[in-house]
């Protein structure tokens, strides 16, 4: 696949230029008026804009970049000069699926390294690579903030915790094979990268109320609280119940 | 017995369907915004004021204090951004907050707009956690339509807006201007300071960036009273705080507590360390905040005393390191992590990140050269203090205070690579022999 290379430049291919069919541009543009309608200064658009041409597109086009520029009265310029900012902005076909290994110092040092050691070997690609059938394209991601279901893989930006490279290795496998995939936290299963980028442009896909409220470790401290009948103190018994201090007081 | 936790923005992630508006509703949801919307807006801040709650994203400064030295209303437009770019390396706390019950983050919101003299928020969350941007949107919804937002909330004539906003990757974003920069649709760099955001912020207009965790407490502050925050927490940092614990303790979760609890407290809840092994460092702010060690678990956990012990209680992101991990190797991950997001704008930190990354991994490697100790400490020296922004001081936090508790590890890094010193699959939480054989498969 062309623009493998995972440092290179914006990758503008001819075919990325290629005008939108007017359907597509109609839509486009449609959406487009409805995410400017949200703020002030039509600007502001510009990251929600560049998701929806990833939700189209499946990365940052040549003519994504003219589209963003024409509606917000940009060059094209200060658009690419955007997009190349953002690591979530693609500058290649992306996979239908990004997965993502935490390798930021807990997750990597919990299991994260061997996932990923894993987990690129299993599928011959390394870091913002695709692999041949254009499913996964794998990331080495930063800190996800979920720390406490270290090590944590995100799928197109849904949570797998506790993984192991073996229940990665399943995931990526799952996901190759089209079969639905369920995170762990997150919807009832793992929508494609178009899709998602639909969803951060603003757009909903009604998957709101899917899944979990919280995951175990979320709740463990109120569990606790739960157990030893420990509870914030009630505005009138405030004198009462006088807070822990610290041992060290 | 006291109550070591104190769960109250946690208290209801329990609940069935918690995100949903009727949920919140049922535990007392939005009583606050009604009560705050019957008193002078002045009144509403100086009840936030007198609560005396410190910034939850890491900085620590008063929200109360914040709002007041916006600058006065001439007629346009005043906004407020609720920071949720949570990215500093070991905070978890206002992701799953918001996935949990984005309506105490909305309701907060509301009550702030209300005392700022504000009429529009945005929520500026970061890009990787689509599932939380689904609740958020949702919420917004249920909350407009219900009438909590919109332009006569509650019939009091009053316009208050919240309008959701997904980033794209980009831990910078989470420093305010850069924030404030990125929202406007440009690249996130930081900007001069002064002008500060209360005075020109987001479209050059009086604006307050405060964390999520704030604006979450601040519906308690308004329905209990600011005596009853106060009654939480120490004399200079009241309130409660989720604490979060990760890395090598045997249960790591979210702990709500007051403010001042100590660390060792925190394990034991957490279930000590993992099982067989000892502590042996830790961070009490994320990878920003210089690392502890095992001496310094009973400092109670409160901006003062983190402060005068080296440190600082930034976001309570305690990250736990036992004995089988190499200093060394992790700080060498965090320091590839700030080269990494170094936005670029300014030369010590984008120089200078790339530096410490070329000498710490060396150092990992066991291929340290004479004098490369010094040379951390130098390029740290003039990275501190000198950079745009807080990013650069922060990439200089970890491998200065790794240095000064174990200098040995840099030492030995001039000879024998980390992973032979400490075996990386000690570290790991699985069955290491397991990756050769699922690798194979």
Redesign the interface.
Same mark, same amino acid.
């Given at each position: 696949m062309a623009g493998h290379d995972a440092s290179g430049h914006l990758h503008v291919s001819a075919a990325s230029k290629a005008p939108y069919d007017e359907a597509t541009l109609a839509r486009l543009h449609e959406d487009a008026a409805a995410v400017v309608a949200?703020?002030?200064?039509k600007?502001?658009?510009?990251?929600?804009l560049?998701?929806l041409v990833q939700s189209v597109d499946g990365y940052v086009t040549g003519r994504g970049l003219e589209f963003c520029a024409q509606v917000?009265d940009l060059t094209t310029a200060d658009v690419s000069?955007?997009a190349t900012?953002?690591?979530?902005?693609k500058r290649h076909p992306n996979g239908d699926y990004t997965v993502?290994v935490c390798?930021?110092?807990?997750c990597?040092?919990?299991?994260g390294?061997?996932i990923w !050691?894993?987990v690129s !070997?299993?599928l011959g690609v390394g870091h913002d690579e695709t692999t041949a059938d254009g499913k996964i394209t794998l990331e080495r991601? !930063?800190? &996800?903030? *979920?720390?406490?279901?270290?090590?944590v893989v995100?799928a &197109?930006? !849904?949570?797998f915790d &506790?993984q192991?490279?073996?229940s990665t290795?399943d995931l990526v496998d799952e996901l190759r094979a089209g079969h639905d995939v369920v995170?762990t @936290?997150?919807?009832d299963k793992v929508?494609t990268f178009k899709e998602?980028s639909r969803?951060?442009?603003?757009f909903?896909?009604g998957?709101?109320?899917e899944?979990v409220?919280?995951?175990?470790?979320?709740?463990?401290?109120?569990?606790?609280?739960h157990e030893?009948g420990?509870? *914030?103190?009630?505005?009138d018994s @405030?004198a009462a119940?006088?807070?822990?201090?610290?041992?060290?007081? | 017995? %006291?109550?070591? +936790?104190?769960?109250?923005l946690?208290?209801h992630?329990?609940?069935p369907?918690?995100?949903?508006l009727a949920a919140y509703e049922s535990t007392g949801g939005y009583a606050a915004l009604r009560k705050a919307l019957s008193m002078p807006a002045a009144d509403v801040l100086a009840e936030v004021k007198s609560s005396a709650i410190r910034g939850r994203g890491g900085a620590g400064f008063p929200a109360g204090l914040k709002w007041s030295f916006m600058s006065p209303p001439d007629g346009g437009?005043r906004y407020l951004v609720v920071n949720a770019d $949570?990215?500093?390396?070991?905070?978890?706390k206002?992701?799953?907050l918001l /996935?949990?019950?984005p309506h105490s983050v909305i309701e907060g919101a509301a009550i702030s707009q209300y005392a700022m003299g504000s009429d529009?928020a945005f929520i500026y969350l970061?890009?990787?956690?689509?599932?939380v941007?689904?609740?958020l949107?949702?919420a917004v $919804?249920e909350a407009t339509a219900a009438g909590y937002l919109g332009t006569d909330v509650l019939g009091s004539g009053t316009t208050l807006r919240v309008?959701?906003?997904?980033?794209?990757?980009?831990?910078i974003c989470g420093e305010e201007t850069a924030l404030l920069d990125? +929202?406007?649709?440009?690249?996130?760099q930081p900007r001069l300071k002064p002008p500060f955001p209360g005075a020109a912020g987001l479209?050059a207009r009086p604006t307050s960036v405060n964390n999520v965790e704030t604006i979450a407490s601040v519906p308690g502050i308004l329905l209990?009273?600011a005596?009853?925050f106060k009654? /939480?927490? %120490?004399e200079k940092s009241t309130g409660?705080g989720i604490?979060?614990?990760?890395?090598?303790v045997t249960?790591?979760?979210?702990?709500?507590?007051?403010l001042?609890?100590?660390m060792?407290?925190l394990i034991d809840?957490?279930g000590g360390i993992r099982r067989g092994h000892r502590i042996k460092f830790w961070t009490p702010g994320g990878?920003s905040t210089p690392i502890f060690t095992e001496e310094h678990l009973?400092?109670? +956990?409160d901006f003062d005393s983190v402060a005068a012990a080296g440190s600082m209680l930034g976001t309570r992101?305690l990250?736990v390191?036992d004995e089988t #991990?190499s200093v060394v190797?992790?700080v060498s991950?965090?320091t590839d992590?700030y080269a990494?997001?170094s936005?670029g704008k300014c030369t010590p930190c984008r120089e200078g990140t790339w530096w410490l990354k070329q000498i710490m991994e060396r150092l990992e490697h066991g291929q340290g050269q004479p004098g490369d100790i010094g040379k951390l400490d130098d390029i740290c020296d003039n990275i501190l203090g000198r950079s745009f922004c807080a990013l650069g001081d922060a990439a200089t936090m970890p491998i200065s205070s790794a240095i000064k508790y174990f200098r040995e590890e840099f030492e030995a890094g001039m000879h024998t690579p980390a992973a032979e010193l400490f075996s990386?699959?000690a570290? #790991?939480?699985?069955d290491?022999s397991? #990756?050769k $054989?699922?690798?194979k498969?």
């Open positions: 949200r703020y002030p200064q600007r502001s658009a510009l990251l929600p560049l998701h917000l000069g955007v900012f953002y690591s979530q902005y993502g390798t930021n110092t807990l990597a040092v919990m299991g390294d061997a !050691e894993a !070997e299993h991601i !930063e800190c &996800n903030a *979920a720390c406490d279901y270290a090590p995100m &197109n930006w !849904e949570f &506790n192991t490279p073996s290795i995170p @936290r997150g919807a929508c998602v969803v951060l442009a603003g909903h896909d998957r709101a109320d899944g409220a919280a995951g175990p470790a979320s709740l463990l401290g109120l569990k606790i609280a030893q420990w509870t *914030a103190p009630t505005p @405030r119940a006088q807070p822990a201090k610290g041992a060290a007081k | 017995m %006291t109550a070591r +936790l104190t769960p109250v946690t208290a992630w329990d609940q369907r918690a995100w949903t437009p $949570e990215s500093e390396p070991g905070t978890c206002d992701i799953p /996935m949990a019950n529009h970061r890009g990787e956690v689509v599932h941007y689904r609740r949107m949702r $919804e309008t959701p906003h997904a980033g794209a990757g980009a831990y990125s +929202l406007e649709g440009r690249r996130g479209y209990n009273g005596d009853w009654s /939480m927490g %120490t409660f604490f979060s614990l990760s890395g090598h249960n790591p979760g979210q702990f709500e507590a007051p001042g609890i100590t060792r407290e809840l957490a990878s009973d400092i109670p +956990l992101a990250q390191f #991990v190797r992790a991950r965090w992590f990494h997001e936005c990386p699959d570290s #790991v939480l699985f290491t397991e #990756v $054989e699922a690798a498969a």
